[in-house]
């Protein structure tokens, strides 16, 4: 038996029409997942997404437009799945936003706007989802938490307070549905050079490096950014029976910057 292998399952990774939640998906179908569900905003951002798929050579590919802060296209979205491709075995709440605004310069609209995506998201769409795999009595969430789950840095409060909270939201679900035969797992990624995080590493006017790329590779160990394919072992690990007894745990994969005190200024 090959533990890492998820033939046979389906998978919904949310918002992963590229960055990190498209190279899950790729990892998975490299596992040997039977579909690969994903779901973006809008027409043209599923159009993009379904592109990438087939781009890649991904054929066993179902995506729906779905904003996953709305509840009721949620609803309406979990249906559609189970009728047209089945149950939904593996959950992985990818979709996620980041607004960079001091604290006291941010409207409540922005904060409440992250905090829908980042954190209540995850809960409207686990708890769609949680019903059929109770049924089943089998089931993997994972939920896509971050650095800020346990760090803290300017102008990223309502992320910082969305990702804390979805640490806890995924050791609640563990604890909740455990019983069930649930598994819920975080993945805490590091700094991945994705859309997300394009505008740290811009190059500067005169050519040089952003301050903030510098400050990054000076706090990880291996001096480097992370890719987001980085992040298909460990996807694959969670979601595999590989880690049926790892519940209610996030892996930090961050090249190991929550070791690290920082490489002093030369
Ligand atoms: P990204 O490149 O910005 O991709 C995020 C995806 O989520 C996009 O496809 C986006 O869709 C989608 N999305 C946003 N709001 C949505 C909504 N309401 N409904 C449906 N889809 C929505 O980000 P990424 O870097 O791959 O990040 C993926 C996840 O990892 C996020 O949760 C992020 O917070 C987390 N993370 C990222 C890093 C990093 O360094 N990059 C580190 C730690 C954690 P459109 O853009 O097409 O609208
Ligand atoms: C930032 C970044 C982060 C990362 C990530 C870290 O502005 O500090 O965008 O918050 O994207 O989530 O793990």
């Not at 809008?42 to 904003?67: F, M, P, Q, S």
């Not at 992985?92 to 904060?111: D, L, Q, T, W, Y």
């Not at 903030?212 to 694959?236: H, N, Q, Y």
């Amino acid at each position: 038996m090959n533990l890492f292998s998820l033939e046979g399952k389906n998978a919904w990774i949310t918002g992963a029409s590229y960055g990190i939640g498209f190279n899950i998906a790729k990892a998975f179908v490299a596992a040997g997942v039977k579909n690969i569900i994903f779901n973006d905003i809008n027409e043209e951002a599923l159009a993009r997404g379904l592109k990438n798929y087939a781009d890649a050579g991904i054929t066993n590919v179902h995506g729906y437009v779905c904003n996953v802060t709305d509840e009721n296209a949620v609803a309406e979205t979990v249906k559609k799945i189970h009728a047209e491709v089945g149950q939904i075995d593996i959950l992985v709440n990818n979709a996620g936003i980041i607004k960079r605004i001091p604290m006291h310069e941010m409207k409540r609209s922005e904060f409440q706007a992250v905090i829908d995506v980042d954190l209540v998201a995850p809960y409207i769409v686990s708890a769609a989802v949680l019903p059929e795999m109770m049924e089943r009595n089998e089931g993997t969430i994972i939920n896509i938490c971050s650095m800020m789950s346990e760090l803290g840095r300017e102008t990223v409060s309502a992320y910082a307070a969305a990702k804390g909270g979805l640490k806890m939201l995924t050791r609640n679900i563990c604890s909740e549905y455990g019983q069930y035969n649930i598994q819920c797992n975080g993945i805490g990624p590091g700094y991945i050079a994705t859309p997300q995080t394009a505008p740290l590493r811009e190059k500067q006017p005169d050519g040089s490096r952003h301050p903030f790329d510098s400050f990054i590779c000076a706090k990880t160990p291996a001096g480097r950014w992370l890719e987001p394919e980085e992040l298909g072992g460990p996807a694959v690990f969670l979601a595999s029976h590989a880690s049926d007894a790892v519940n209610g745990h996030i892996l930090y994969v961050d090249g190991g910057i929550l070791a690290y005190i920082g490489k002093q200024p030369e």
